[in-house]
């Protein structure tokens, strides 16, 4: 008796502790705020339901905000076992026109990205000036002597003509603004003063359009950022612009090796940039996609479920085709904002032409049942027929943004 008692003791430490575990991972792993479509309720499938409380009730705007409905509901394990409290928000059902169509991008920087060092061979011997003025890696260079630099000509004239004067550099640094006391020094060998750092002002490539709003004429794409392919730090957006673009080939993809699209860009300007964030690439249309494009609304996160999808993508020429993959798992709450969901592509003709998922398809809009879920974001190298996607919701968050800040520019 003493035996079992024990055992039956160790099994419910063990029920216990199981029990304690998973709550503390949903109460983690779930995010604080859901949002749902006006006369809808928050819904959860799985493990985890949802506490339904009282009516919406009105959140106060500011100037310029539309008016929103919230109220609290608590997470609950099991329907008994409460996780934790978070917040409802009503919203209008948002409508957008999926694309899939491929786009190359031209981006200049707010400022010049330092993207490496390289020693400068001063009389006394090779010294950095970079790195002796505590410069880093990723730091924006925004002026000089205050004067604005956004060019790598622009900043290597001031750095020539500085005869190894102290300088004020504006520098940012994770979005901090300071100041650097920098001396250049003079190159024995090519006799002109160097910084000991180089730069980079502007970026170019292809990616896939995945939406945009017909009314705001704003549009989302690539679904992460355009990042420094030295420092892999999103690059500080000054101007930029969008542009037709036609597939003419595909590097397949391989375990270990990610494939690619390889493509021409127009000359014809269809779009101007003005975000490049976690999130994607945002800004105006201003030529409008029209043939065979569909108006679908826009999932909420917990609309989303795994199971069969489809992807709209281009991998040849510049008509966007329709594709099955399958949803494998879907995060919430993950610490990457760009991959909430793991998919995988099951059609068999796009596993024939690309392998999986290549470079070049990031944006490729997700629809499952007439919504539009997410796009593409990442292969997993070791795998090319899977990879990440980020959910809709998220990029069109970032594109209401943009949105406002078009009608800011506009009002002023």
């Known amino acids: 008796m003493r035996k079992f008692i024990r055992g039956m003791t160790a099994l419910i430490g063990c029920g216990i502790a199981a029990l304690w575990g998973l709550m503390i991972h949903f109460d983690s792993s779930m995010p604080e705020q859901f949002s749902v479509t006006e006369g809808k309720e928050l819904t959860l499938n799985g493990v985890v339901e949802v506490v339904q409380r009282p009516a919406f009730h009105l959140i106060q705007p500011t100037a310029g905000v539309s008016p929103?409905?919230?109220?609290?509901?608590?997470?609950?394990?099991?329907?008994?076992?409460?996780?934790?409290?978070?917040?409802?928000?009503?919203?209008?059902?948002?409508?957008?026109?999926?694309?899939?169509?491929?786009?190359?991008?031209?981006?200049?920087?707010?400022?010049?990205?330092?993207?490496?060092?390289?020693?400068?061979?001063?009389?006394?011997?090779?010294?950095?000036?970079?790195?002796?003025?505590?410069?880093?890696?990723?730091?924006?260079?925004?002026?000089?002597?205050?004067?604005?630099?956004?060019?790598?000509?622009?900043?290597?004239?001031?750095?020539?003509?500085?005869?190894?004067?102290?300088?004020?550099?504006?520098?940012?640094?994770?979005?901090?603004?300071?100041?650097?006391?920098?001396?250049?020094?003079?190159?024995?060998?090519?006799?002109?003063?160097?910084?000991?750092?180089?730069?980079?002002?502007?970026?170019?490539?292809?990616?896939?359009?995945?939406?945009?709003?017909?009314?705001?004429?704003?549009?989302?794409?690539?679904?992460?950022?355009?990042?420094?392919?030295?420092?892999?730090?999103?690059?500080?957006?000054?101007?930029?612009?969008?542009?037709?673009?036609?597939?003419?080939?595909?590097?397949?993809?391989?375990?270990?090796?990610?494939?690619?699209l390889s493509g021409v860009v127009e000359d014809q300007t269809i779009g101007y940039l003005t975000i490049n964030s976690e999130t994607g690439v945002y800004g105006e249309l201003t030529r409008f996609p029209t043939n065979g494009f569909q108006t679908v609304p826009v999932a909420m996160k917990q609309q989303v479920k795994t199971g069969k999808a489809e992807i709209i993508s281009t991998v040849s020429g510049d008509t966007p085709g329709r594709y099955e993959v399958e949803i494998l798992q879907i995060r919430y709450n993950d610490s990457s904002p760009t991959k909430n969901m793991v998919i995988k592509i099951t059609d068999p003709e796009l596993l024939e032409k690309t392998g999986g998922i290549v470079q070049g398809m990031s944006g490729s809009p997700i629809i499952q049942n007439g919504r539009l879920v997410g796009a593409v974001t990442h292969v997993l190298l070791d795998d090319p027929t899977r990879g990440y996607a980020i959910f809709a919701e998220n990029m069109l968050a970032t594109a209401q943004n943009a949105a406002e800040d078009n009608e800011l520019k506009e009002a002023s």
Not at 88 to 111: E, S
Not at 167 to 175: A, E, K, S, Y
């Open 68 to 260: 929103d409905t919230t109220k609290r509901s608590t997470l609950s394990l099991f329907g008994v076992f409460p996780i934790k409290t978070v917040t409802v928000k009503q919203v209008t059902a948002p409508v957008v026109v999926v694309c899939g169509m491929p786009f190359g991008i031209k981006m200049y920087t707010d400022g010049v990205l330092i993207v490496g060092f390289s020693d400068v061979d001063a009389a006394s011997g090779l010294c950095n000036p970079a790195r002796i003025a505590g410069l880093k890696v990723g730091d924006v260079v925004m002026s000089v002597n205050g004067q604005s630099v956004s060019t790598n000509n622009e900043i290597r004239q001031l750095i020539e003509g500085s005869a190894g004067e102290t300088m004020t550099f504006v520098v940012r640094r994770d979005n901090l603004r300071f100041t650097v006391q920098f001396r250049a020094v003079k190159s024995v060998n090519e006799n002109r003063f160097k910084s000991g750092f180089w730069v980079r002002d502007s970026s170019a490539g292809i990616g896939t359009l995945t939406f945009f709003d017909p009314e705001t004429q704003v549009f989302g794409g690539l679904g992460h950022a355009v990042c420094d392919v030295d420092t892999d730090e999103p690059l500080p957006i000054s101007t930029g612009e969008i542009v037709g673009a036609e597939i003419l080939g595909v590097d397949k993809g391989r375990s270990g090796t990610a494939g690619s």
